[in-house]
């Protein structure tokens, strides 16, 4: 019994002592060290809604088209902060202040995160959605009006289904792939068809649009799955919709493990521009795509205790197959 009763006691002890800590990285995160150039430049990525500036949200999109290459600087569409963005990124900074919320949901991720994926740990708790880009960004970008439809979108990697319910509303039939558990329970409550990582590429259809969001550098065999892309989008006019993180740093989430891809794409530049034009020329015409149009987009997830959100720089391609004749040019 007294054994019982120490161990209860250390627990408790465990957890009030785990709290104070998180209280107290959250009140030196949020105090006067995160203006510290040495914070800022070892946590470039994390941003809150307060800090960020005017000045620094047009950096999320802006682009010296100079820097392109010559047939690529014609296909830039220039994106800005709009209302869909400012409300989710308001929507974030209400998340981020729910206390008690967060804490929970530290505990767990600090308990769960050495044998469950972090995308797992995000769609068990209901958290962490994603925002790549808004319906109005949406149509700009594939050149289409409000009350366009199609037949078919696929979305792989779709998460939460966030991003897919903006995308959706185009399409007659919605297909989704998703690897972690927790977020096909998601799709499955938004009554999408879900299709097996295997699955979608031998369905004896074609899709009007496939959409690959940030997923090229977290897969095993990228340049494989673009060809397989191809293979099933519809003739001539099918497209894909693809947004990559940049710099591109490619790895596979593997439980709570993160592991080097087997085939690795090397993007060659240092700024997005080049590495946007390294990518079309290089990669995607190896796959046997070309670009129709490209955008500068901040690739946004909801924050946590210590961040209202954070952000990633985001190239997002329309791509069109190209013709036999054309890719054997190549």
């Known amino acids: ?22 209280l107290s990285v959250r009140r030196m995160w949020t105090g006067k060290y995160v203006r510290s150039p040495l914070v800022r430049s070892l946590f ?11 000045a620094e949200t047009q950096e999320w ?46 505990f767990v991720s600090t308990v769960l ?3 469950v994926s972090r995308t797992s740990i995000n769609g068990f708790l209901g958290r962490g959605s994603m925002f790549v880009f808004s319906a109005d960004q949406f149509q700009r970008l594939l050149q289409i009006s409000p009350d366009w ?19 959706g509303a185009h399409f007659r039939e919605i297909y989704a792939t998703e690897v972690s558990l927790p977020m096909r329970w998601h799709l499955q409550r938004r009554n999408y068809k879900l299709l097996g990582i295997d699955e979608w590429q031998q369905t004896g259809f074609q899709y009007d649009v496939i959409s690959c969001l940030n997923l090229l550098d977290r897969c095993n065999d990228p340049l494989h799955l673009l060809r397989d892309i191809r293979q099933t989008l519809v003739p001539k006019t099918g497209r894909l ?3 990559a993180v940049l710099p591109f740093q490619p790895y596979v989430e593997v439980g709570g493990r993160w592991e080097r891809p087997k085939e690795h794409l090397k993007i060659k530049g240092k700024t997005w521009e080049e590495q946007v034009t390294n990518l079309s020329n290089e990669v995607f015409r190896r796959a046997g795509f070309e670009v129709e149009a490209v955008t500068r987009l901040p690739y946004l997830c909801e924050g946590d205790m210590y961040s209202d959100y954070y952000v990633l720089d985001d190239a997002v391609f329309v791509l069109k ?7 054997s040019a190549h």
């Open 321 to 327: 197959a190209l013709d036999d004749t054309e890719e």
């Open 44 to 54: 470039l990525n994390m941003v809150t809604e307060t800090e960020a500036s005017a």
């Open 61 to 106: 999109y802006r682009c010296t088209p100079d820097l392109l290459g010559d047939s690529l600087r014609p296909l830039f569409v220039q994106s800005h902060l709009d209302s869909s963005t400012k409300t989710f990124l308001k929507r974030s900074a209400e998340k981020s202040s729910w206390l008690f919320t967060q804490l929970y949901h530290s």
């Open 241 to 243: 919709i693809l947004a």
């Open 113 to 115: 995160s050495p044998v």
């Open 149 to 167: 439809k199609a037949e078919r979108l696929l979305d792989l990697g779709a998460g939460d289904g966030g991003v897919t319910e903006i995308m």
């Open 1 to 22: 019994m007294c054994h019982l009763q120490l161990r209860t006691l250390i627990f408790v002890a465990w957890v009030v002592g785990y709290i104070a800590f998180l």
